[in-house]
């Protein structure tokens, strides 16, 4: 587990160099009081271990530019992957203080040893389209969303995909959350393209998107908590959480109807990793505890598995039944995450 005794810890993402896993994780100062307050003071903190248990903190990997600039209010969430090259790259969320840290946009910086890390100047940072996505204003939600930016391979070696926090210019206000999407051919051009998912699949907001395999099975995870989805979804589901969505492809199209909670409340944002023996655990932070206060501290490693339906469909579910979602014994929390 990582627990900071001076910070507070929440959205995260890895690296996994075959010796080491790289943990680059939002963090902001416990001496602000309110956990509210983290999301406008945001940096990316970084750490490393060989077990996903026991981490070392190395120095901050990134913190908000000088302004004027897309991220000079805070840095928030996004992925690392290793470029053809040899060399690291982050894409990451940037607010700037010009526009009150109400318009989200992605960059991206470089690295050669997942340390240091440089600002890519060379990547124009990356807007909302509004001939398909919600812009500033466009609803009664607030702020642009456009964030935690995914970005993978194409299965096929036609480039690269970035997949989206995003929202609608259509549907119900508290129903528009798509996945949105992006494609470049070389890590640093990038064309925003239509959302791989539509609006009215029950989410205000689909957050930390990620696509990965289990057991040879693709899946998409994302988290919305139960404030964040709309009112049909709030009567059917008693919480929110992290998501589970198995899917055919990993380039879709998705539809995130069909997701089921994988967690509830308690944990927030979960990674999908493999361990050193080879099997998927899902890492996760621990959103609150039992009186419904902020942790924000990042679990260990919890294994997953398929559990077979009765009608043929698969759902992933932790292996630990304690840690499934327990609905109706715990509190829902209505803040969004943010960040």
């Known amino acids: 587990m990582l627990r900071l005794s001076d910070s507070w810890v929440w959205d995260f993402w890895l690296a996994d160099t075959g010796e080491e896993y790289h943990l680059f994780f939002l963090r902001a100062s416990r001496a602000l009081g309110d956990p509210h307050r983290r999301h406008w003071r945001a940096s990316v903190g970084h750490a490393v271990s060989t077990d996903l248990r026991d981490w070392t903190l190395l120095p901050d990997a990134l913190v908000h530019s000088d302004g004027p ?33 109400q318009v989200q946009r992605i960059g991206s910086a470089t690295s050669r040893d997942l340390t240091t890390w440089t600002p890519d100047l060379g990547m124009t940072p990356l807007s909302a389209d ?24 194409d299965p096929g070696g036609d480039g690269w995909h970035m997949l989206v926090t995003a929202r609608a210019v259509t549907g119900e206000d508290d129903d528009r959350g798509v996945i949105g ?60 959480g992290v998501w589970a969505l198995p899917v055919d492809s990993v380039v879709g199209p998705f ?3 069909r997701a089921q909670l994988l ?22 932070f621990h959103h609150d505890d039992a009186h419904g206060d902020f942790v924000g501290e990042i ?17 992933l579910v932790l292996e630990d039944e304690q840690l ?16």
């Open 69 to 101: 600039a897309f991220d000079d209010m805070a840095t928030w969430t996004g992925s690392v992957l290793q470029a053809p090259d040899g060399t690291w790259r982050m894409f990451y969320t940037g607010l700037t203080r010009s526009e009150g840290g």
């Open 263 to 284: 967690t509830d409340h308690r944990l927030y944002v979960g990674r999908l990793v493999r361990d050193r023996a080879g099997r998927s655990v899902l890492l996760a």
């Open 181 to 240: 999407h992006a494609t470049s051919p070389d890590l640093q051009h990038w064309t925003v393209r239509e959302p791989l998912s539509r609006p009215g699949a029950g989410f205000g907001q689909l957050e930390v998107l990620q696509v990965a395999e289990v057991e040879g099975h693709p899946v998409v995870l994302f988290s919305c908590l139960h404030g964040e989805l709309s009112a049909a979804s709030r009567e059917r589901w008693a919480s929110g």
């Open 255 to 257: 539809d995130p109807s």
């Open 299 to 315: 679990s260990d490693p919890m294994p997953v598995q398929w559990q077979v339906q009765d009608d043929g469909s698969r759902r």
């Open 324 to 339: 499934r979602p327990a609905g109706d014994a715990h509190p829902v929390p209505t803040v969004p995450s943010g960040g």
């Open 130 to 153: 509004a001939r398909w996505y919600e812009k500033l204003g466009g609803s009664s939600w607030q702020g642009e969303h456009w964030r935690d930016p995914w970005v993978f391979a």
